[in-house]
């Protein structure tokens, strides 16, 4: 089966949508490993254009998915800073010559450097997370899909097919395999065991999710936005907002993540003990598909395979550091 390819035309789709004429050269800006995000001026303002991948997008319920997490953040919108797709035509995803787009207004503001991270950016990131979860969401209707896993990922087959392929990341994925299949046994344990207890999240709230305009937090890119478990969530973003650029997680930020939520919702805390385990799942799944992207078994250009053959060393690293870590945050929890 052919790959299928970017087909991005900027232009071309600011005419077609009336955004007016591009009058300089589109950037490319940091938008992780999933899409294309660019920054476009053009005759009526400045947009960031997000360039859907192709393969993600090819999948049956991706499309609904995008829409619903849309839905998720608009409603949103009159609560929390957000930023919310273009509404135009009366779609959130625009379609030209087979390439799927969102279009966003251009927010002025910086993404928090992990150095850079203090104890009050911590505890207001954990205020707003308890505020997401306490939202009542019975006036949108958005189905209640539960996940159940029962199969480990084949770990030994991306390694062979890396082998194959001659991967620089070989060695260290081999060095690694028995464990990655123990994680990965007691991620789908303890994840179906907390799976019942879903709020609607974000999913995915980490520094580089958050815009900071005036010490004011912007939460952006909400296309993981869904139904999870309100303690894994939580675990999960104190742990993205107490980490070092070393890998290391501090206590005292992971803590005040988990203080500023306290502010508005009780912690269960049986339940953030299986979440430590149920974590394992999210961060494998994102090495399979840094490695799928290494191998080029998805739509990938070859700067983007080069960026994520370097992301399964760190990605590896990260697991390992966690792994390490995780009697010591159930101390701290």
Not at 5 to 21: A, F, H, M, P, V
Not at 62 to 82: D, G, M, Q, R
Not at 159 to 167: A, I, P, V
Not at 201 to 207: A, G, I, T
């Amino acid at each position: 089966m052919e790959k299928l390819k970017y087909n991005i035309q900027i232009e071309k789709l600011c005419k077609l949508l009336g955004l007016g004429d591009v009058v300089s050269k589109p950037v490319r800006v940091s938008g992780g490993f999933l899409h294309k995000m660019y920054s476009v001026n053009t005759t009526s303002g400045k947009y960031a254009v997000k360039a859907l991948n192709p393969e993600i997008m090819s999948r049956n319920d991706a499309k609904n998915n995008t829409i619903v997490s849309e839905k998720i953040s608009n409603y949103l919108s009159n609560k929390i800073l957000v930023s919310t797709a273009l509404v135009i035509n009366n779609n959130v995803i625009h379609c030209l010559d087979d390439q799927n787009y969102m279009i966003f207004n251009w927010i002025n503001g910086i993404k928090m450097n992990m150095n850079d991270i203090t104890l009050r950016h911590c505890y207001l990131i954990g205020s707003i997370l308890s505020n997401i979860h306490s939202v009542d969401w019975k006036d949108i209707n958005i189905d209640k899909n539960c996940d159940y896993y029962d199969s480990v990922i084949d770990w030994t087959g991306y390694l062979n097919e890396g082998k194959s392929n001659n991967s620089l990341w070989v060695k260290t994925l081999d060095e690694i395999i028995n464990s990655l299949y123990v994680w990965n046994e007691l991620a789908i344990k303890s994840y179906n065991s907390i799976n019942s207890n879903l709020v609607i999240s974000h999913r995915d709230m980490d520094p580089k999710n958050v815009l900071w305009n005036n010490e004011k937090p912007i939460i952006i890119d909400w296309e993981s936005a869904g139904y999870v478990n309100p303690m894994q969530d939580l675990i999960e973003v104190a742990l993205y907002w107490s980490e070092n650029l070393s890998g290391n997680i501090g206590k005292n930020k992971f803590m005040n993540v988990i203080n500023g939520y306290k502010e508005n919702r009780q912690i269960n805390y049986d339940e953030c003990k299986k979440a430590l385990y149920a974590i394992y799942l999210n961060k494998l799944q994102w090495l399979e598909y840094i490695l799928k992207q290494s191998l080029a078994l998805n739509c990938v250009s070859e700067d983007d395979r080069e960026i994520s053959t370097s992301e399964v060393f760190e990605t590896i690293r990260k697991i390992q550091n966690y792994s390490d870590m995780i009697k010591i945050i159930e101390q701290w929890i």
